[in-house]
């Protein structure tokens, strides 16, 4: 939605206001017809812009802004999917884009600069809901695709619940590897039980999922320039 209020500004500045609000995008006749009715014409020739409507927040105009070019921007606002409305509502208000910047050209060229991540709108604004989002759409959900997947996974809490399992992982071991394993700490058990799988992933998505770090890894996300903005979009310059 973009409408303006257009004033006449020979009768404001003799004070009094003569204006009509303006539903964008119009036809060229309609916009003449409104300028008539609000007696431009060649005693009274300039007219400004005295307040807005708009449902894209961050989208500011000036009382001289262009109605021609607002009126090109309405026309491609109006041909949007919804999808892309509130991208560029992410990117006006994280500071990735201002009112000029649309109004020079395409503004689908604009949102095609970055990567846009839909968050679960359950969910609080947060490190978590991030982390999780993050990889369920950009790692299709597998874990094992993390870089350094060792930092993010939870080896006490791992460790905690190994520990009811170990008696029956080492019950079928001679009594001097049995006596070893049964000296170490969970954690260390936990690390060498990793150690003899050959590797993290190959606790399979289940475990990973269930002790994976989701919150550390979107506090992480954001020191790579990822921001979120309130429409529930993280954006990926």
Do not use: H
Not at 7 to 35: A, D
């Amino acid at each position: 939605m973009l409408n303006i209020y257009i004033t006449n500004l020979g009768k404001y500045n003799e004070g009094e206001i003569i204006g009509e609000w303006v539903k964008l995008p119009v036809s060229e006749k309609e916009l003449q017809e409104i300028l008539n009715r609000i007696g431009i014409n060649e005693e009274y020739e300039e007219y400004f812009i005295t307040d807005y409507e708009t449902d894209i927040e961050g989208l500011e105009i000036s009382e001289y802004s262009n109605i021609e070019q607002l009126n090109e921007l309405a026309k491609e606002l109006k041909e949007l999917e919804e999808y892309e409305i509130e991208q560029l509502k992410a990117l006006l208000e994280r500071g990735y884009i201002d009112f000029y910047d649309m109004l020079e050209g395409d503004i689908c060229r604009l949102s095609g600069n970055y990567t846009f991540i839909q968050l679960d709108d359950r969910s609080p604004l947060d490190d978590e809901n991030l982390g999780r989002s993050y990889i369920e759409e950009i790692c299709c959900g597998d874990l094992s695709c993390i870089e350094n997947i060792d930092y993010y996974f939870d080896i006490e809490a791992f460790s905690r619940d190994l520990r009811f399992d170990k008696d029956i992982i080492i019950e079928d071991l001679d009594e001097e590897s049995r006596e070893y394993y049964e000296n170490m700490t969970d954690i260390e058990f936990a690390e060498d039980y990793i150690e003899q799988l050959g590797s993290i992933e190959e606790l399979g998505q289940e475990t990973l999922e269930r002790y994976f770090d989701y919150e550390l890894y979107g506090r992480d996300l954001r020191y790579e320039d990822i921001c979120i903005a309130s429409n529930y979009l993280a954006i990926v310059s």
